[in-house]
């Protein structure tokens, strides 16, 4: 088991389908966070997670998902 620490690049690229890296961050998601990678663990320190969530594309994200009509 490893531990693999992300930064805020990487979960971007991986969350957002329009960013230029979305492709390489999934695949690399994929490689290394497999059933068969020895059940390895995702490391996001608080300040990156608050960068991402903070970043205007997360705001953006979620301003959309509450104008959703009912």
Avoid at 18 to 33: G, K, N, P
């Amino acid at each position: 088991m490893a531990r693999i620490s992300v930064d805020a690049g990487f979960l971007i690229g991986l969350y957002d389908r329009d960013d230029q890296y979305h492709a390489i961050a999934v695949r690399q998601f994929e490689y290394l966070f497999s059933e068969t990678r020895d059940r390895n663990q995702l490391i996001a320190p608080w300040p990156i997670l608050y960068e991402c969530l903070g970043s205007r594309h997360a705001k953006d994200k979620r301003k959309a998902a509450l104008d959703v009509p009912i």
